[in-house]
């Protein structure tokens, strides 16, 4: 098969498993990727996961990459407050949760790192469209909270919250307290609520 043959099949899938590529063609050559990645014309992912070095260039894809090469995930913590402008510092690295093995990977599109709960925890995330409009899972702004103090235990005094540098006005406007209170029940966490309670109390929540 030649590449653009190739390439006109699965460009539009932005990012792909070789998976993809044999249900298409069973037959195919797998070390055509290795050809091809040598020469620049695919980006390896992680083992089995591709993508075509134009979408370097699309905004967002980083995020639908996150949520692709290791599934379950959906992104949380600093990823997520940097999406919805809860903190000033824009997040290079994209970080999630998932219910797998805690793991990170790097490749051209940047630094993926994913951190691990357990089942019952792997919740309070919802599709958002990027830029590029494709789907992303990503937590709502207070399961990210939620889990950012969760995973991140040394946040825990009241001068670690004032140094999260949260938007007042987020916080303040358009956080959702109801929300907030539900799902850290479900955390049944004693430390995560001294927690919580730390953060609210700095923010005059």
């Known amino acids: 098969m030649d590449y653009l043959t190739f390439k006109e099949r699965m460009f539009p899938l932005g990012c792909f498993h070789v998976r993809q590529v044999l249900l298409w063609e069973e037959d195919f050559d ?3 990727l290795t050809r091809w990645c040598r020469r620049g014309l695919l980006e390896k992912l992680r083992n089995q996961y591709y993508a075509f070095p134009e979408y370097r260039r699309a905004p ?8 692709r090469i290791y599934a379950p995930s959906y992104i949380s913590l600093h990823s997520a407050l940097s999406f919805y402008g809860m903190i000033p510092e ?4 994209q970080t999630s949760v998932t219910t797998l093995k805690t793991a990170t990977f790097k490749n051209s599109f940047g630094t993926f790192d994913y951190q691990n709960v357990k089942i019952p925890l792997f919740f309070g995330y919802e599709p958002k469209m990027a830029k590029d409009g494709r789907g992303v899972l990503i937590a709502t702004p207070e399961k990210a909270l939620l889990d950012l103090l969760y995973l991140n235990p040394f946040y825990n005094t009241e001068q670690d919250m004032e140094d999260l540098r949260l938007d007042e006005d987020y916080m303040q406007n358009d956080l959702n307290m109801q929300r907030l209170a539900g799902y850290l029940e479900r955390f049944g966490s004693k430390a995560l609520d ?3 309670g730390r953060l609210l109390k700095v923010y005059e929540l």
């Not at 967002?60 to 949520?67: I, L, P």
């Open 30 to 32: 797998r070390n055509n």
């Open 194 to 196: 001294r927690r919580i």
């Open 90 to 93: 824009e997040v290079v690295q």
């Open 60 to 67: 967002d894809f980083a995020r639908y990459v996150a949520n």
